[in-house]
DNA sequence: TCAAAAGTGTTCGCTATACACCCATGG
DNA sequence: CCATGGGTGTATAGCGAACACTTTTGA
């Protein structure tokens, strides 16, 4: 038996945080899917995840999680459910903290980890270990819901794009269609978008590339102007 | 020395769930505050809150917590974040749940708790212990953005309401100005409020009281209708 | 040369806003 | 009878949906 050496009064649930990484690839989202090399449920394609570290937040354990998977030092992560059902993990009880993260697949690289990593079309994930198919159905819906009126989609893109690219994006997440034409326009006025120029006579003229201005977008808002796709 | 009897082979953090409660006086929105009893932050204002049993989810926690201090069964409540930094409590390593919970004012009995409570204001409220200011920020934030969207407010009114007083809600809540008269029309097309016959002869026919019906609502909803405030 | 995609323009209908008016209530 | 608030009507502006047209690209 181990030695069981951190003792506590009262019980204490051990805590994990689960890393939903998101990816798009031109035409769907995916996401970032862990086979589990030990048992319980070994074999079974799991999200990343792991132990909170005492000196941690676990912000910090969930970017460690990512840089762990992907290479990234940075992305846009979110904290959006912690679940807590008392039998979720057969071993013991265990509550985690669940957060979505979004990522350029361009920039992802193997993980360091041993373990297989795939990445998988929403509407394509296997069964997945332990209550992960209701993390990711909930990670799907809240981040349906917070890229409807807040910028995070560009988190997905390259960091330039073209305003097809975008639409894209939004289509495959939001599960609609857009007319072209009116897409065009909309993010054309909506002063988010500055449009990269480009002198280089061996690139096409177009279709035109454009970078996300972080700073315009806080500066609208501030003044009551809300985004919505 | 207290006797330390549940072990482990890892540390793991201890984990509590905390409330915000939100009420509606007809004016203003208020939060109901516990004066602590015990050190830390002896004799300052807190967040209910507790130490989550090992038997029970973080949501039934919440529901325990929000019982003892209103007498209530049941309520909306609605799990907004999970504050995890290291040295949040002095005493040791304590990550909390956090819930916001909305009520009916009128409903709210004194709780079972010898401990101090009282209702406060939003914007009359005393330094907090812990980070529990922080996570009052926080919870108001999480609420705001969810009203404008979601028909969350009905749950601090009474049953039967008047438009003007679900007016005053939104406008204490979102912190903005409606015209009556558009605010009114706006809430008759919307078909999600059902008008409240009233035969008693010594009851004044105006102002029309009102339900909210949230099954219209869901009907709406999967039609593609999306409310906003 | 030609099809497909990118960029631009125009129209139309809905809805949010602004504001006028009348009725009910209670002192 | 009168002040206050509750309920209803109407005009206008702005924005999004629908759709026509021209230009650029790449095979």
Redesign the interface.
Known sequence: M??????????????TTDCVIFGFDGTKLKVLLIERGIDPYKGKWALPGG??R??????QGALRELKEETGLETAYIK?F??F???KRDPRE?V?T?AYYALVRLQDVQGGDDAARAEWFALDDVPALAFDHDQILRIATRELRQQIHFEPVGFELLPKQFTIRELQSLYEAVLDVKFDRRNFYKKMQHLELLTQVVNDDPNVPKQPFFFEFNPKKYEELKHKGFRLEF
């Not at 005492?54 to 912000?59: L, V």
């Open positions: 181990e030695e069981q050496k951190y003792c506590y009064a009262y019980p204490h649930p051990a805590v132990f909170l005492m000196d941690e937040s676990a912000e904290q459910h912690t807590t059902e008392p009880r509550i903290i």
